[in-house]
């Protein structure tokens, strides 16, 4: 079980938010090739330790943050405003 | 390899069963091999077999960090079924049905293959539809499918609740050919093949590094030393990234845990597998008489190897739903596996960059009843250097072309598929 | 049968009476019903905001900075649920006219947007409504966390709620909690009430426009 200190919100349960992926993307711009937006579309770091994601609290005040999360113990090491 | 019949089994009862040999060799690594396969599930056991029947390679060992089966190949909840959207998943998947159907005779082993049949249900008139759609793609391959009302459902399986206020039934899907296969009877039953046919399984050896010299991978640095091979295949599961990364490249893979629950014994109460369309739960029973059922993955990325307790509550809660009797029984075991769920949600048995590398990753919640195939494409792959016919689409180019496979249609977000 | 009144047609709760079990202190359930606004800040129009709502007599606690606060002034109680974001809440007037009062007053300073025929309100009172809601509410209801100025937006039973306390202040013995949902689920939330206070018992009373 996860709680997720939302800088909005306070400290809340994981069921109010949905996880929304890497947060370590940056988009390519239209200058950029093919190759680019394969990467940034579908290749992942994926790592077992940090991560940093997106998370929307959906159930809570609608904001999206960003959170730094061990994918392995689940400790948690902040969240933010992005 | 002591071959198992009725006949050794009432001659070892006379003699007091002292006779039986381990079923197969747990192997010390050699220095070098033709194929090191990193990953002792079902896929990296079964492509061990295939390398050996199909392409008379034995020079082969098949490392894993742990003992045999306990990865996800023993923690799934053991479904096979062949019932997918897209023409080539259909082909591909039967394929592994069939193979299924003779693999006991094939292996001299009992995996307890039950086509007990497995219903998809439909709560909406889009969702029958779409049923409809797939059951007539499914069609168009041969592959036989029912469509059943309402009261076809009620009648087959009356422990679902079909008039349920929030998500009432209005009829299914049903795969007679579907069923359960006892999950690490698969693994014991490749091992010991792929050992009689001279592969090496070596247990408690887990790879550390790829090294690699130009575009090639060199070998494995294991926790028991440096293996040297012609061909690296990894065959890891949740773990694919990590491997990917030792030797230098990136894969459209997340890992995420899927949870399993099993209830206590009671008499036989359900006689087919149940996918319940509007929550997350699935059900089927086994023969020692749980209830074994599982839902949706946690969502999120994920390498911890056991669910969380929100997951937990909504599989519980949809399973208490869909069938009000279940509400009756106590849930005794819960476990997670960690899973390649792949940016498109189908797999991927490829080359890769790394020129000598092979990879059969990408299985996400459903790779078990794959495996029969799976090891047959992915040491067709191995042996010839070129993809097995059925297994094609299943490149990583995919990416870069387009062409990726999307059955559910939601696009690269693992934590939706 | 007498025709539902306006708002109140939804059913939710069983009729009037005792539900569950004779406790010495069953909570009270109640549905109520509320107009309601969705005000938000326009983009840098914060000093504005702060103006038109002062003339407006309308409080916008948090103005902005944080989340989780309520307020009552006169009839109109406002929550504020996340950064410029609030819910106004009044009593049920001439359909429409609350929400144009309000867009009229903010005018450009902020959007508002009339949600209140979407809402169903349910109050949990007594001193065992704590009890009851931490039957499925993940938030801590304590006194001394979660005051008769605090609001926030929640999850039970797989709903989205908005909670808020109703009561006067001080009333930290028997408090009022006032939980809003989308009205299309709010069948599904009064069995959660129903079943989360069986074991207190619980009075269920008239629905009520107060
Ligand atoms: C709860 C659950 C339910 C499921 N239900 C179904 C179902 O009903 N039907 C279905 O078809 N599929 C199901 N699946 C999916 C299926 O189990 C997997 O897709 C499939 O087993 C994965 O392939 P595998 O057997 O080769 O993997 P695994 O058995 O996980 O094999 C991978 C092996 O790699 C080893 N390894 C990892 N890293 C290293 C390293 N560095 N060095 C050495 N070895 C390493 C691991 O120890 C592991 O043994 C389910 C999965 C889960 C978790
Ligand atoms: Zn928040």
Redesign the pocket.
Known sequence: MLRITCPHCGPRDEIEFRYRGDASLSRPGPEDDAKAFQRYAYERENPAGMHLEWWLHVGGCRRALKLQRDTASHVIGGAGEP | MQRYSAFRLALEALRGHGGWQPAWRDAAPKDRYKVVI?????????TAYHLARDHGITDVAV????P??????????????SNYFTAPNIRFYDHSLKLWENLERELNFNVMVSQRGSLNLAHSDGQRDLFARRANAMRLEGVAIEMLDKDAVKALCPLIDVDNGRYPVVGGFLQRRAG?VR?DA??WGYARAASARGVDIVQH????AIPREGARAMG?E??RGFIGADKVVL?????SS??AA?AGFRLPIETH????FVTEAVKPLLDI?VTYGAGHF?VSQSDKGGLVF?GGTDGYNSYAQR?TLPMAEEVHAAGITLMPALSRLRTLRQ??????MSMDGN?IISTTPVENLAV?TG?????????PA?GTCLAHLVATGAPHPLAAHFGLNRFETGAVIDERGVGPHPYLH | MSKPERGLGWGGLPPPGHHGALGRDPVKLQAFMRDAVEVRLAPGMAEALRHAAAGLGLALPGMGESAGTGSATGAVTTLGLAPGEWLALARPEEPGAFARRIASGLEAAASVVETGHGLACFSVSGRAAREVLAKGCRLDLHPAVFTSSTAARTVIAQIPVTLWRKDEAGAADSPVFALAVPLTFAQSFAHFLLGASAGTGAEILPASKD
């Open positions: 990193v990953g002792a599930g079902g896929h990296g056991l079964a490392l894993d960090k742990g045999l089966g306990l990865g996800n190949v023993g923690r799934n909840t053991t479904i096979i079924r359960t999950h698969v693994a050896c887990e790879v550390t494995v294991t926790t065959a890891v599961a949740g773990h990590r491997l030792m845990v899927l949870q399993a597998v699935y599982g669910g476990w997670g596996g960690v899973m390649d797999p059969s299985w996400c919640y459903g790779g078990f009843k794959a495996i799976g």
